[in-house]
């Protein structure tokens, strides 16, 4: 049984910093990739940052330079990095594992799958 479990989040000032991390207890990264996504009030959920078990990483144009997805050693953690924080990033962030299903990386942000999903961690941006 794969459980998915996010940390970090909070509020922050616009222009600063939070990391997020997620923890799948029962999974090890060694295939397909893994990723976060988001849900902004009144919109659906979408495509933050993906990234496979070499390590290649793809992200939504509008976090790219910002926001930096990796994991540990290990790959039993992974971590969101998010700098230079906009109020437009305030929303609901989930961490998946499993999300390509063999597909390829831009490919699969735009498709918001998972089979396993966390439950979410809020941040709350204030300009």
């Known amino acids: 049984q794969v459980k998915v479990v996010e940390y970090g989040g909070g509020s922050a000032q616009a222009g600063g910093s939070l990391r997020l991390s997620c923890v799948a207890s029962?999974?090890?990264?060694?295939?397909?990739?893994m990723g976060w996504f988001r849900q902004r009030p009144g919109k659906s959920r979408e495509g933050v940052a993906l990234?496979?078990?070499?390590?290649?990483?793809v992200y939504s144009d509008s976090v790219k330079g910002r926001f930096t997805i990796s994991h540990n050693t290990a790959k039993t953690i992974l971590y969101l990095q998010m700098n230079s924080l906009k109020d437009d990033d305030t929303a609901m962030y989930y961490c998946?594992?499993?999300?390509?299903?063999?597909?390829?990386?831009?490919?699969?942000?735009?498709?918001?799958?998972?089979?396993?999903w966390g439950r979410g961690t809020q941040v709350t941006v204030s300009a």
């Open positions: 998946a594992a499993n999300s390509c299903f063999d597909s390829p990386l831009e490919e699969s942000l735009d498709r918001v799958l998972g089979q396993w």
């Open positions: 029962g999974y090890t990264h060694n295939s397909d990739c």
């Open positions: 990234i496979d078990s070499e390590g290649r990483t």
